[in-house]
């Protein structure tokens, strides 16, 4: 028995009366738009408990009753439904579902932030049949699901299986991307963009000489700046299979060495920030909004963003997504997200016919109908159509860009996300982000074995444990020292040693025993 669910099963079974529904929901049936053009009556109302992340936006965080809100009042009357929304705090995400699940107050429908049922924060929850397979009712009732979620989202949803969750997810978990400033290019008369780590380097020499502060951008904790990294692949919270063990990527000497000898020359030849290994995410977003960054990494549908800044800046400025550097193997780019986002969940004790409905109510959410208004909001309010094209206010104040982010992110629980197709489509940096996901990032990118649940040896030894695009901070604090000049790179193997002293030989052990028996572990190899 998993010692995550030892607590909760104490629960249930003290709790006999696994109501499971916890709220204002009864038992029932609904009658959801999806089924007909006919508006309900109140009595025909589905009604049911749900409960998600508020993704730490600051609308729905400030909201004094986010079921009265005006998007979710909207959502109701379009879907004959009555949601009763229970908030996870982003910032104590996963202390909100151990207290959920301890105190048996489970909602009928509970959406997972960490996405597959086996995470640590559904508590073993799924393993201990809290919650219902849904393969079934989703091959009946829901065809656009069916249709549209992809076969590794599926997968990841899946647990001894049987599908549980309905995600949130992504046709391409190629996200990160590769950004350089163009017009720095066609200063420096660089006529192609380059390839290789060497090309590479000769470019961003060629920026600091055109007086270019940061050449390349980076950022403490090597987060999204490891684009070399995953040219060598050997991005460090990711795992590898290496002479019958499975051991995290940095256990590849040799393209770790060449990886911390590229980071040691941009440093040496002031390519990038002397200070990086302290530099925050704010100053990191500063350097790149303000003009000072010659490259940087980031997710790709942030492209219309950075132009934006950058022409406020200076309307000569351009800046575009290109091929991530590769490595000697000829591949590149930056970690390979899950093929999942937050996923639903359906309580075991929800009635067989209310779980129709409620699969139906997620089901209309991948509909044009759905789209267009998580997308845009009310026609006649926040668009209007003009032959057939939209006419969309963008939101300008942050309050405005934060009640649309929630409309388009939290309320529309399940979609596609790798961006959002319709907006994007509407303008003509919104089509450079189009053919940047279709032409580059779907053609890069570097996945590992990944556990889906963490092991449980990370507690023990915390730092020697990666999270879920950092490495493990006894291996950074190493990088750091080598990149500095303060130990030689030449005793990476060393490092090595020390980490499997320190408790890795655990780690090691554990996941490599967790990959033989295929436990709450998915592999993203490409």
């Known amino acids: 028995m998993k010692k995550s669910w030892t607590v ?15 709220g204002k929901a009864e038992e029932g049936t609904g009658n959801t738009k999806p089924e007909g053009n006919e508006q309900g009556t109140a009595s025909s109302k589905l009604a049911f408990s749900i409960s998600f992340s508020t993704g730490g936006n600051t609308y729905i965080e400030s909201s004094p009753d986010i079921n009265k809100d005006k998007w979710v009042l909207k959502l109701e009357e379009m879907t004959n439904t009555d949601l009763d929304i229970r908030l996870m705090s982003h910032k104590e995400f996963d202390q909100k579902m151990s207290l959920m699940f301890a105190g048996n107050e489970i909602p009928d429908v509970v959406g997972n932030m960490r996405g597959g049922p086996t995470t640590g924060s559904m ?26 979620v992809t076969p590794a989202a599926w997968e990841e949803v899946s647990y001894d299986g049987k599908i549980y969750g309905i995600p949130a997810w992504l046709e391409n978990p ?54 070399f990294l995953g040219a060598y692949d050997v991005l460090p919270f990711q795992f590898m299979e290496l002479n019958g063990e499975v051991v995290p990527k940095f256990f590849d ?37 303000s003009g000072k960054a010659g490259m940087w990494a980031s997710n790709g549908e942030g492209l219309i963003g950075f132009r934006a800044k950058l022409k406020e800046v200076d309307p000569s400025m351009k800046v575009d997504i290109y091929p991530s550097p590769t490595g000697s193997d000829g ?27 409620i699969i139906k109510f997620l089901d209309w959410m991948l509909t044009e109908e759905a789209d267009m208004f998580f997308s845009f909001g009310i026609e006649g309010e926040n668009y209007t159509m003009e032959d ?15 009640e649309a982010g929630f409309r388009a992110n939290q309320l529309w629980f399940v979609h596609e996300l790798t961006y959002n197709k319709k907006q994007t489509a509407l303008t003509e940096d919104g089509q450079d982000v189009i053919t940047a996901f ?59 040693e020390e980490y499997r002293a320190k408790g890795g030989d655990e780690i090691i052990r554990e996941a490599t025993e967790r990959w ?8 993203r190899t490409r």
């Not at 591949?331 to 409905?357: P, Q």
């Not at 057939?388 to 934060?402: A, H, L, Q």
């Open 438 to 496: 279709s032409d580059v990032l779907s053609n890069e990118g570097r996945g590992g074995i990944t556990f889906t649940a963490n092991l449980n040896s990370f507690s023990k030894f915390p730092d020697l444990a990666s999270t879920g695009d950092t490495g493990p901070k006894f291996i950074l604090d190493s990088m750091v020292k080598m990149i500095y000049g303060k130990q030689p790179i030449s005793e990476w193997p060393k490092v090595l």
């Open 174 to 227: 190629s996200r990160r991307a590769t950004f350089i400033r163009t017009d720095l290019m066609e200063k420096a008369g660089i006529q192609e963009a380059p390839k290789t780590v060497e090309e590479y380097l000769d470019m961003l020499r060629a920026f600091k000489r055109l007086g270019v502060e940061h050449p390349f951008q980076y950022r403490e904790g090597f987060k999204y700046a490891d684009t």
């Open 123 to 148: 508590s073993g929850s799924v393993e201990a049949g809290v919650f219902m397979p849904l393969d079934d009712l989703l091959k009946e009732h829901a065809p656009n699901l069916m249709k549209m």
């Open 253 to 289: 000497v040799e393209n770790m060495t060449k990886a911390l000898e590229t980071y040691k020359t941009m440093y040496d030849e002031g390519l990038i920030p002397k200070d990086f290994a302290s530099l925050s995410q704010e100053d990191y977003g500063r350097n790149i909004n």
């Open 516 to 523: 033989k028996n295929k436990e709450n572990v998915v592999d």
């Open 8 to 22: 909760l099963l104490i629960g249930v079974m003290m709790m006999t009366l696994l109501a499971g529904c916890g």
């Open 388 to 402: 057939g094209k939209v006419n969309y206010t963008w939101p300008v104040k942050k309050e405005e860009v934060d």
């Open 331 to 357: 591949k590149g780019g930056l970690g390979l997200y899950s093929s999942i986002s937050t996923t639903y969940y359906i309580n075991n004790k929800v009635g067989k016919e209310k779980a129709i409905e």
